[in-house]
């Protein structure tokens, strides 16, 4: 039985290779599912409705393999996809498995291991490149310590600076359309992890010498992590035009990264990370509050998971799993544009309409509107008094949310 809500390659849906190929191993438990094969993935993904397939380069092609090897696999996996119609919208490097890198891969103390990595994700770009990839993410999986005075955290600053610009400059001199994505996390499997949330990473991108090539792939459960909004750093993201990609997932507060299927927890943010992706709240309040010059533009990426389903499961549970993150995402979709086209909802994004008149003072100083400010008549005991309806609201959105309303 299909519905609305199932979905279709235009949803431009994807998940990485070791999401739906993640077998169940924990730090506590051996593996509970047998390791797939990436082409099995592929078939089994487009099947589910996905549109693309991200991927490390060792999910693909395993560490240490020759040339010829990789080439075959490439060769073989790039078949898959075109027989599948599947694309890859987005590669990545594994700097953070082999031991080599366990003290870290672009911060290591070891110039050896900082060079073996920059060779590494170079050859990574490439793979990534052939297979279509148009973003490049940056997981600093081991840039971290436990140990904080094995390095100054500057030179760790310095180190990532070096690389990342390094490697820019590899991708603009191959020529490639490619863009980076920093994806931030406070820790784990580091006890501590340098660039710890997207608001970290933002400020280093204003610090590189190619910025304009390089943005943020938020994870819902690592800002968790951090005890942050996710829905407020996304939106600033988007709103400095850095939102390059995202990592779409569920996480319950104060736990370990779980990377649970999409929707599956705090699903009251969940909903309104729909909303702010999909462009609904932006429609909304940009024809209300009047805001001059406010970008709010919607974010135009991959709606991408880096999820995995319950160790307790077998294959048929991982796409049940990877078929309800599709389906969540679409549903929330529906019951946000609902809710924003709810004319009680576009009163309140339209503003009460109070004080509308100081709106020209607000941006662009100058003398005569510092003074004009400073002579303002505010009756604050008013402005104070007033009840603002968020009660109402907030029940109203629950409400759409539940799917009593609208
Ligand atoms: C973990 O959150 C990281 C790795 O899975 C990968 O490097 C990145 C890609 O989205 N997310
Ligand atoms: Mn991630
Ligand atoms: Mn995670």
């Known amino acids: 039985m299909t519905d609305a809500y199932d979905p279709t390659p235009d949803d431009r849906f994807s998940f990485g290779l070791w999401t739906v190929g993640n077998p169940g191993r924990d ?4 593996a509970t ?47 898959t996809l075109v027989a599948e119609g599947m694309v890859v919208p987005m590669a990545t490097t594994n700097l953070f498995a082999h031991p080599v890198f366990k003290d870290g891969a672009f911060t290591s103390n070891d110039p050896q291991v900082r060079a073996f990595a920059y060779a590494k994700t170079m050859a990574g ?24 005075a094995c390095r100054d955290p500057r030179d760790a600053v310095k180190r990532m600076r070096d690389a990342i610009d ?4 590899y991708v603009k001199d191959q020529g490639y359309d490619l863009r980076f994505a920093l994806e931030a996390k406070p820790n784990e499997p580091r006890g501590d992890m340098y660039f710890p949330t997207t608001g970290h990473m933002l400020h280093f991108i204003s610090t ?12 819902v459960a690592h800002e968790h992590m951090a005890g942050l909004s996710f829905v407020q750093g996304v939106a600033q993201a988007i709103e400095a035009g850095k939102l390059f990609h995202i990592d779409l997932n569920a996480q319950r507060i104060g736990r370990y990264d779980q990377d649970l299927r999409f929707g ?14 999909e462009g609904t709240a932006a429609a909304a309040s940009a024809s209300g509050t009047g805001d001059a010059g406010v970008d709010h533009s919607r974010y135009d990426g991959p709606r991408h998971f880096d999820a995995h389903a319950y160790r307790t499961e077998d294959e048929e549970g991982v796409w ?33 309409g109070h004080g509308t008149d100081v709106l020209p003072l607000l941006s662009g100083y100058d003398a005569d509107k510092a003074a004009a400010l400073r002579a303002l008549e505010v009756d604050v005991n008013a402005i104070g008094a007033r009840g603002l309806g968020y009660e109402r609201l907030d ?7 539940l799917g009593v309303a609208g």
């Open 320 to 352: 049940h799993f990877a078929r309800g993150c599709m389906r969540t995402y679409k549903i929330l979709a529906a019951r946000a544009r609902a809710f924003d086209a709810d004319p009680r909802v576009q009163a309140f994004t339209a503003g009460a």
């Open 33 to 79: 599912r047998p390791v797939a094969d990436p082409n099995h993935l592929v078939r089994k993904l487009a099947a589910c409705g996905a549109w693309g397939v991200n991927l490390h380069d060792d999910d693909l092609v395993p560490f240490g393999s020759s040339a010829a090897e990789r080439d075959l696999i490439v060769a073989r996996f790039k078949a």
């Open 27 to 30: 730090p506590f438990g051996a």
């Open 125 to 148: 770009i490439d793979l990534g490149v052939e297979l279509g990839a148009e973003t490049y993410v940056f997981w600093g999986g081991r840039e971290g310590t436990e140990a904080d």
């Open 166 to 169: 390094f490697l820019c400059g």
């Open 264 to 277: 599956s927890e705090d699903l009251k943010q969940a909903f309104l990370l729909v909303r702010l992706l």
């Open 208 to 219: 590189l010498q190619h910025e304009e090539m390089v943005g943020v792939n938020p994870e």
């Open 395 to 401: 029940q109203l959105m629950t409400e759409y949310m």
